[in-house]
């Protein structure tokens, strides 16, 4: 594993790979946006990249650079150039378009995000510059709309390159300043060094301050024989710097996790601990949680008569589950898709998204004297739990039980029968404490309570033809649809078409569902009856069985 707890003096790194590292006047900020790499280097070395040396690639990093500077408050400036050299069609598709994004108010606008310099390099030598100015748009980025989020403040600039061909070589520099962080006072990010493509060389140079160093360092996956680390000291600053060399290209797979969280790849935090990350969304949310009258009203009624601990519980999960709405506008001003709003505004206006929903049933729940908190959790791969960064993409509540262990609930879904989805289990996530918790991952429900029962009974009519019958019963109770299944879909008891739609395999059956109606009580049982009616052979018998594992495989999506 590379260390980075290798010291070299400042001269030992000049020069290197044909490398401009800067060692003098680190404490202005420097212009890099004609290049920060050699690049009469990189053009010598690009002309080697062939189709015939890298015969299942479709582009090739020749160079990539990224220095990144960032102040003791966590505030910090990056500088990233890249030079990709395209080797097929849909390399050269790939590449059409150049994106860079931002989010106000991490950073201001367009002016702290910026392609300073774009330009395709022909096998000839002639250079095209790219107009920048002249081919570039900024649009809000609607990706989080279709969850009914709007962001205004999530924008992306988008530049299109014409005259790009195979052979070409891409050249980018791109700008970005950080002036608000999420988490004050620290400063964290990762860095991948393999991709999809053959990396030649890549170089990551962090400038850190003496006052707030790197706390935690770590490689992982790490492609033996490939990255390298220095560390420098430079008066009042240190220099951080990762070298990686020849990394073969990776090869993706279907359904495989995001790739930055399985290629080779760098963490680094100035948090130490992920206590301090717990603390630090604790006081982040504690001020939004102040109760109106109307909420403790809300609260004695849904919570009256039930004696039971679980029942009042349930009450309160259930109003917010299902009577909030998910929806809402991120304008938050300290920290944008972490910060929930104010309680009072949730449960007035019936709608937010989940870290308001979540906020709201930690309100209530405190107010019906349960021990609760806010979690920050992870909905995908676990998180690497060495460094901590305080990067999660949902927010759920954590009840905290007699014994110290954590029941955890996600209000979220509105259709969802359980306090914890399946699609939850076995992720990361950190509970919000005022003395600060550590990362800890959701327990997997156990098999036994989550099975399918499939029984096909089948008789040879007097005409010849086989009809076969397959009943399929499972426990709605731990089942999680999308809510456009339930929903938007007509599910009355013999609606072939509604079962086709979430089923596209079932072409052929008819299909019945008890209940009619799918919309369930919290513990109902549904049965979907599947009749196949075609014509009678060892195929057809073949085809009915095949389909009836084919569903049970299906639905393990939809159910957990």
């Known amino acids: 594993m590379a260390s980075i707890g290798t010291r070299a003096k400042c001269a030992a790194l000049l020069g290197l790979l044909g490398l401009a590292v800067v060692c003098a006047a680190l404490g202005e900020e420097p212009d890099y946006s004609k290049g920060m790499l050699d690049r009469a280097s990189v053009l010598t070395a690009a002309k080697d990249v062939t ?52 989010t106000i108010p991490y950073q201001r606008g367009p002016e702290d995000c910026r392609i300073t310099l774009l330009e395709v390099v022909k096998p000839d ?14 649009a809000i980025d609607a990706s989080s709309m279709a969850m009914n989020i709007y962001n205004p403040n999530d924008k992306h600039i988008q530049v299109n390159v014409a005259g790009l061909d195979a052979g070409d070589v891409l050249h980018a520099i791109y700008y970005d300043r950080i002036v608000q962080t999420r988490m004050k006072d620290t400063w964290g990010d ?10 030649l060389r890549k170089v990551v140079e962090i400038t850190a301050p003496r006052s707030r160093p790197l706390a935690r360092t770590v490689v992982k996956s790490e492609v033996p024989g490939t990255l390298k680390s220095t560390v420098t000291e430079l008066g009042d600053e240190i220099l ?24 080779q790849r760098v963490l680094v935090s100035t948090v130490s601990d992920w206590q301090t990350v717990s603390r630090w969304y604790w006081a982040l949310s504690q001020p939004h949680y102040v109760v109106t009258a109307e909420i403790k009203a809300k609260v004695m009624e849904l919570t009256q008569g039930r004696t039971a601990r679980l029942d009042r519980l349930d009450a309160l999960f259930r109003f917010v589950s299902q009577q909030i709405r998910y929806m809402g506008i991120t304008v938050e001003a300290e920290s944008p898709g972490y910060e929930p709003h104010n309680v009072r505004d949730t449960f007035e206006a019936r709608a937010g998204v989940c870290r308001d929903k979540a906020a709201l049933l930690v309100a209530m729940l405190r107010e019906a004297g349960f021990e609760a908190y806010p979690v920050l959790i992870q909905v995908g791969p676990k998180k690497d739990p060495e460094v901590p960064l305080p990067y999660f993409n949902h927010a759920i509540v954590a009840v905290r039980e007699q014994n110290g262990s954590d029941l955890l609930m996600d209000p979220t879904a509105e259709t ?15 509970a919000a404490t005022p003395d600060g918790d550590t990362l800890k991952t959701s327990p997997i429900e156990p098999a036994a309570q989550n099975l399918m029962r499939i029984a096909t009974h089948a008789k040879l009519n007097g005409d010849g033809r086989l009809e076969a019958e397959t009943e399929f019963r499972f426990p709605l109770a731990h089942a999680t649809l999308p809510d456009d299944a339930w929903r938007h879909r ?14 596209p395999w079932a072409h052929g059956f008819a299909a019945t569902a008890v209940p009619a109606r799918l919309q369930p009580p919290p513990r109902a049982l549904i049965r979907a009856t599947l009749v196949f009616r075609r014509s009678a052979s060892n195929w057809a018998l073949a ?18």
Request: charged share 25%.
């Open 51 to 102: 189709c015939a040396k890298y015969p299942d690639a479709k582009e090739a990093i020749v160079a990539e650079l990224e220095r990144v500077r960032y102040a003791a408050d966590g505030t910090y400036v990056q500088w990233h150039e890249q030079y990709i050299k395209v080797l097929t069609e849909e390399g050269r598709r790939d590449h059409l378009v150049i994106t860079s994004s931002f």
């Open 125 to 138: 030598g002639r250079t095209e510059t790219v107009d920048v100015a002249a081919q570039s748009r900024i």
């Open 190 to 199: 990762w860095m991948t060094f393999e991709y999809a493509a053959p990396i």
């Open 240 to 263: 951080y710097r990762w070298e990686a060399t020849n990394v073969p290209q990776m090869f993706p797979e279907p359904d495989m996790p995001e790739d930055h969280t399985v290629v």
């Open 416 to 430: 969802t029968s359980q306090l914890l989805p399946g699609y939850l289990r076995g992720k990361s996530y950190l």
């Open 490 to 503: 007509p599910h009355q008891a013999g609606s072939g078409a509604a079962w086709e739609a979430l089923l």
């Open 543 to 560: 085809r009915a069985a095949a389909s009836a594992v084919r569903w049970a495989s299906t639905t393990s999506r939809y159910e957990t």
